[in-house]
């Protein structure tokens, strides 16, 4: 088979935090260095200005064949990195051997934990890489030892990346009080387009009270993971005031486009948020 006579194979390349984002603009480097035919997607690189970033990525989650999640110490239990890989499954059906998590700055598989342990990961080795290489080359049709040969220019830089990426230094990962808290927000992002879409939400408990408390809980977590997902991290989310706004503390000064960008997110989304700044509104 040519590479020529197969459609596109589409790879999403997931990320969250620094320093993945590097690693997966490195990955997206290499697989355009050794494919003609596989079309890989970093959100960072691959949005043209002007886009809405949710639409886009919702649609390149969805034409995906193949993911790729680059996994750190620091961002294995991050809300946007596990609503794409969860993106990617159903859209993958069961075959989870099609999302890959890329461990960096691991030293045990052990120590991923978290949803992204139903996957079969890998450590970004320059020994799994090339494994991972060799299967995309499979999919459009290029022979093994074509992708070892284009590869052998790209991969020490890879490997650099890698390396430095994974260097003791990022933050610890934050604790989560239980699994179950865990599982609750993992359903949450998987059924975030679900709900936009206006399909019923899922009853999570019998009790009145205790689901309005779950319900808020979650909204607040939603709300968090989508502003860190567009760059504000520093951020407090203390609810919401007398006129239903969701009241977002700034920790310290953000860009205003970058603001503008939370606000079409947030709205896009059903939340009406109010950013503050020791206690300022801000408009921008």
């Known amino acids: 088979m040519s590479e020529t006579s197969v459609e596109k194979l589409k790879v999403f390349i997931s990320w969250s935090k620094e320093p993945s984002r590097e690693v997966a603009k490195s990955l997206r480097t290499g697989i355009l260095t050794v494919f ?165 939400p899922r009853v999570i408990s019998t009790s009145r009270k205790s689901s309005e408390v779950r319900r808020r809980a979650l909204e607040r977590a939603q709300l968090r993971s989508l502003l860190e997902r567009v760059g504000i991290e520093e951020l407090s989310v203390s609810g919401t005031n007398r006129h239903g706004d969701w009241v977002v503390e700034l920790q310290r000064p953000v860009l205003p486009e970058t603001l503008a960008m939370a606000r079409e997110v947030a709205t896009d989304h059903g939340f009406s948020v109010l950013f503050t700044n020791d206690a300022l509104e801000i408009v921008d």
Not at 57 to 81: C, H, Q, Y
Not at 161 to 180: D, F, I, N, Q, Y
Request: hydrophobic share 45%; no cysteine.
């Open 36 to 200: 003609d035919m596989v079309q890989p997607f970093v959100s960072d690189v691959d949005i043209e200005a002007g886009d809405r970033a949710l639409k886009a990525i919702e649609v390149a989650l969805k034409d995906s064949g193949f993911g790729v999640i680059i996994v750190t110490r620091d961002n294995m239990e991050a809300p946007w990195l596990n609503f794409e890989a969860g993106a990617l499954s159903k859209a993958l059906g069961d075959d989870q051997t099609r999302v890959i998590p890329l461990l960096v700055g691991f030293t045990s598989m052990t120590q991923l934990t978290g949803p992204l342990v139903q996957f079969q990961a890998r450590h970004a080795t320059e020994e799994k890489i090339l494994e991972l290489f060799h299967v995309l080359g499979d999919q459009v049709g290029v022979s093994r030892e074509i992708v070892t040969q284009r590869l052998s220019g790209w991969l020490p830089s890879f490997i650099e990346t890698v390396e430095l990426a994974g260097k003791p230094g990022a933050a610890t990962p934050p604790k989560r009080s239980s699994e179950e808290l865990l599982d609750e927000l993992l359903d949450l992002v998987r059924g975030l387009r679900r709900d936009i879409s206006a399909s019923e």
